[in-house]
């Protein structure tokens, strides 16, 4: 049994008639052909299927796409809308990824965190990013990133 | 990984809710935040043909603050249980704990009473609301009925909750000077405990008075570390009592051997944690032993 199921994403409201059992993941990536929200490990552990529901950072492949009905969802290409994101552009300037992967995540995951922490400590960064795996950098250009985008973001004025 | 098909159901108020788990009994699944339930639907490891998605009840998202009690409703976010003021003044156990489990990205999702119904050994809020003597509210069309939490828990993903009741709310009780944290150790970030203690207590600067003790992941549930509190109660506080304690619990406690460690070594973390627990909650009222 199909339902049908509409939301908000990246500013645009989207219908579709799916099966309830669709991850929203699913829903993104072949629905909606936005394939920057990556899966990684499918059982809720790597963070790189991260989006934003309603502006809180969350899972995407533990959600049902039905149960974001009536919600908005930002992708990584929701955050570079109007050319690239602070946060983007300081993950390239501090090297914080290496093959990529896991990156829409990492910076999903780091969005939450300045739009209502506009300075962090790396204690809190690394807080705030511990859901998220990356198996190439080790994490210190990761932080490092995290840290230069918070001084771009506050000094940019942009959100 | 897809879920097998199911029929999906999602009720705007709890007496809809009711109906339908009225209606489909054992076949039906309660989805708070899906955080346990959906990784389990994906691994075929459950495969419910009704699900029941209370996410659009409303009113059951809240956190009252009614002075001598805290009420939590079952589909309050676990991040909204970390930063909740009110909570961290009076019974801080209850964010100490919430903060420790799984990442933040499952905490925006996961809820309160989610973590509670699904009866999870593994799961970490269990023995934080047990230690303070909370009481669970269930409803079912008939009416609610409240659970001592140290109750509730009957075996491994079994609790006292009915077919046809929704966990609808926790009652958490202030007491007064009472003090108390909830530790874990993990392997890696983000994961299940090797075991978790959460430690509750109160005591006259000398002596320990009322002193709870409550250990996870290291038997077919929450384990309520009854031996070691009743020898503790009336002690005077000192490291030998703690450590006897700690020894008690350990005993007390039934690991079993998987990927996380032996049973020995299980043993081992829970007395250190029972220790650390102790040692630390003491140090910050100023009666260090």
């Known amino acids: 049994m199909k339902v049908k199921v509409s939301m908000v994403v990246n500013g645009e409201k989207v219908e579709r008639v799916v099966q309830p059992r669709m991850l929203l993941v699913d829903f993104i990536r072949r629905e909606l052909r936005l394939t920057g929200t990556h899966v990684g490990c499918d059982t809720s552990s790597c963070g790189a299927c991260a989006v934003l529901l309603n502006g809180r950072a969350v899972k995407s492949c533990t959600i049902l796409a039905v149960q974001a009905e009536g919600k908005e969802i930002v992708t990584i290409e929701g955050l570079s809308k109007g050319g690239m994101h602070p946060i983007q552009k300081a993950f390239v300037e501090k090297q914080g990824l290496q093959c990529g ?59 | ?14 007496e809809e809710a009711l109906n339908i788990l009225e209606k489909n009994g054992s076949e039906a699944k309660i989805m708070g935040g899906g955080q346990s339930l959906i990784p389990m639907m994906k691994l075929r490891i459950v495969a419910p043909k009704h699900i ?7 009113s059951l998202d809240f956190i009252k603050d009614e002075g ?17 003021e009110a909570l961290r003044k009076k019974v801080r156990i209850i964010p100490e704990c919430a903060e420790q489990i799984a990442d933040p990205l499952v905490r925006n999702m996961g809820t309160f009473g989610g973590n509670i119904a699904h009866g999870d050994p593994n799961n970490d809020m269990p023995a934080a609301v047990l230690v303070t003597g909370a009481r669970i509210v269930c409803r079912s069309k008939s009416g609610a009925r409240e659970i001592e939490a140290r109750n509730f828990f009957v075996d491994t993903f079994t609790t006292a909750l009915k077919e046809n009741e929704i966990l609808e709310s926790v009652v958490i009780p202030v007491s ?57 109660n009336d002690q005077r506080i000192t490291r030998e009592a703690i450590k006897r304690a700690s020894e008690v619990a350990s005993q007390e406690s039934k690991p079993s051997d998987d990927l996380r460690g032996s049973e020995s070594f299980k043993r081992k973390v829970v007395s250190l944690l029972v220790r650390r627990a102790f040692e630390v909650s003491l140090k910050e009222v100023g009666s260090e032993p």
């Open chain 2, 52 to 58: 029941v998605d209370i996410n659009k009840i409303s």
């Open chain 2, 1 to 14: 990984m897809y879920p097998k098909d199911f029929e999906y159901h999602s009720p705007e108020g709890i």
């Open chain 1, 101 to 159: 992967y896991c990156t829409p995540g990492m910076i999903i995951s780091s969005y939450q965190l300045l739009s209502s922490n506009p300075n962090p400590s790396e204690e809190e960064i690394r807080k705030a990013l511990s859901g998220n795996l990356c198996r190439c950098t080790g994490y210190k250009t990761i932080i490092d990133s995290v840290k230069y985008a918070s001084k771009l973001m506050r000094t940019e004025k942009r959100k």
């Open chain 2, 68 to 84: 001598k009690r805290i009420v939590i409703g079952t589909l309050t976010r676990m991040a909204d249980v970390e930063k909740y």
């Open chain 2, 176 to 232: 007064r000077g009472y003090k108390g944290t909830y530790i874990k150790m993990e392997r890696i970030a983000g994961d299940y405990g090797i075991a978790g203690v959460a430690v509750w207590f109160s005591s006259d600067g000398e002596r320990f008075r009322d002193c709870r003790i409550a250990l996870t992941g290291v038997g077919p549930t929450v384990i309520y570390a009854e031996k070691a509190c009743n020898y503790l």
